[in-house]
C-alpha cells in the first residue's frame, strides 16, 4: 500500500513539476547577417615522431570587404621549425589546404559551383572560390575568395 501511495505522490509531482512555459518567455532574436567574419588556412601532415598529425597555420594578409562579399587575401608558408621541417614545408600547396571561416551568429555555410568544402582538405589552386552563406532568418549572401598570392 505504501509503494501504491508513494507512486501516486510521485506521479502527481512529475506532473506539476514538469508542465510547458506557454507564456512569458521573451522571443528570441532572429540573426540577419550572413557574414564571412575571418579567413584562415591550414597544412596537415602525419608527425612520424609524435605518431599523429600536425597542423601549421599559415600567415595570411587578407582584406574582408563587405559591401562587395569579397576577401582577396595573400598566403605565406611559414619558415620550417620544429617538426614542421624544410621537406614538409616543401610539399605545403595550394592543392592540399585546409581553409576555415568565422561567420556571423547562427550562419551557415555552403561552397559553390565545386568550391572546396571548408574543414576539410581541399584543392585552393585556382584561386577564386564561390560560397554562400545562410544567415539564420534565412537571408542569403554569396561571397567570393580570391587568394592573390601564395608564397613560399
Known amino acids: 500500500m505504501k509503494k501504491l501511495i508513494n507512486t501516486i505522490l510521485l506521479i502527481f509531482l512529475m506532473g506539476t513539476v514538469s508542465s ?20 584562415n588556412f591550414e597544412c596537415r601532415w602525419w608527425d612520424e615522431a609524435k605518431n599523429q598529425m600536425a597542423v601549421k597555420i599559415l600567415n595570411i594578409e587578407k582584406q574582408i570587404s563587405e559591401e562587395d562579399n569579397l576577401i582577396t587575401c595573400k598566403l605565406s608558408v611559414p619558415d620550417a621549425s620544429g617538426s614542421f621541417t624544410d621537406a614538409v614545408r616543401q610539399n605545403v600547396s ?25 574543414g576539410n582538405p581541399g584543392d585552393f589552386s585556382a584561386k577564386e572560390f564561390k560560397y554562400l552563406v545562410t544567415a539564420a532568418d534565412g537571408t542569403k549572401r554569396e561571397w567570393t575568395i580570391k587568394i592573390t598570392d601564395f608564397v613560399k
Not at 24 to 37: H, P, R, S
Request: with cysteine; charged share 20%.
Open 20 to 39: 510547458c512555459l506557454k507564456s512569458g518567455l521573451d522571443d528570441l532574436e532572429t540573426y540577419n547577417e550572413a557574414k564571412i567574419t575571418n579567413l
Open 94 to 118: 595550394l592543392s592540399s589546404l585546409i581553409a576555415y571561416m568565422d561567420l556571423s551568429t547562427a550562419a551557415r555555410i555552403a561552397p559553390l559551383n565545386g568550391a572546396p568544402k571548408l
